[in-house]
């Protein structure tokens, strides 16, 4: 079983380059969302979609694009990269309704921007 | 405005002994936490949820504690283990949004 796939694992970017880190899950989850980790700030919600088709803002939203085409995939945009961006990034899965709650994890992808 | 926050960013405990980690929320909104846990460079895996009508469950050596009037949840780890070391991140759900709070580093001395 897949899960949540992350494309790439680490990325190093030059302030203004543009970039798309990739999602994809095969549990057919209707909830996706974008985290980014930073020490001190525990995970913080950049994005999330609730079904192809409707994506909302999370917590951190500025500097970042998402869309929802597909069920699987949750690509996340970067338009012109800042340092501010260095970051540890998560894709997340899940199921919506009360009880199917719990989110899965992809392994991450480590982005620097020099 | 932080909406779910873990005021201790590290925790160390003897082998054997308790771990609690604590974690309070300010949003009355919120319907459902869970608490996650997280190796260095790997993602984050789920470990106890707990409803806001409830206010305690337990699974194994973890239990949660939820004080609603308090905003206050708080995980137990009885007994811990080495291989408890690990990030602990409570989170809470409220409008189909999981907000996280900031982590507890947990170091389990042998």
């Known amino acids: 079983n897949a899960g949540v796939t992350q494309t790439p694992k680490f990325q190093v970017l030059k302030t203004g380059q543009s970039m798309t880190l990739q999602c994809a899950q095969d549990?057919?989850?209707?909830?996706m969302s974008w985290y980014r980790q930073d020490p001190g700030m525990g995970l913080r919600l950049i994005h999330y979609?609730?079904?192809?088709?409707?994506?909302d803002q999370g917590e951190v939203p500025n500097g970042y694009n998402v869309s929802r085409s597909t069920t699987e995939d949750f690509p996340l945009r970067l338009l012109s990269a800042a340092p501010s961006q260095t970051s540890v990034y998560f894709c997340?899965?899940?199921?919506?309704?009360?009880?199917?709650?719990?989110?899965?994890f992809g392994q991450g992808t480590r982005l620097t921007v020099v | 405005d932080q909406q779910v926050k873990q005021n201790s960013p590290s925790l160390s405990v003897q082998e054997g002994r308790i771990s609690i980690l604590n974690c309070d929320y300010t949003?009355?909104?919120?319907?459902?936490f869970l608490w996650y846990k997280k190796y260095p460079a790997e993602g984050p895996t789920f470990l106890i949820s707990?409803?806001?009508?409830?206010d305690k469950n337990e699974d194994g050596r973890f239990t949660v504690f939820l004080n609603k009037s308090a905003k206050h949840l708080s995980l137990h780890i009885v007994p811990s283990q080495p291989g408890d070391s690990a990030v602990y991140f409570c989170?809470?759900?409220?409008?189909?949004?999981?907000?996280f709070g900031q982590g507890t580093t947990l170091q389990v001395k042998p």
């Open positions: 949003n009355s909104m919120f319907d459902y």
């Open positions: 989170a809470a759900r409220g409008t189909g949004k999981l907000i």
């Open positions: 549990m057919n989850h209707e909830y």
């Open positions: 707990i409803s806001s009508i409830k």
């Open positions: 997340a899965s899940s199921r919506t309704g009360r009880k199917n709650t719990e989110a899965f």
């Open positions: 979609s609730v079904g192809a088709g409707i994506t």
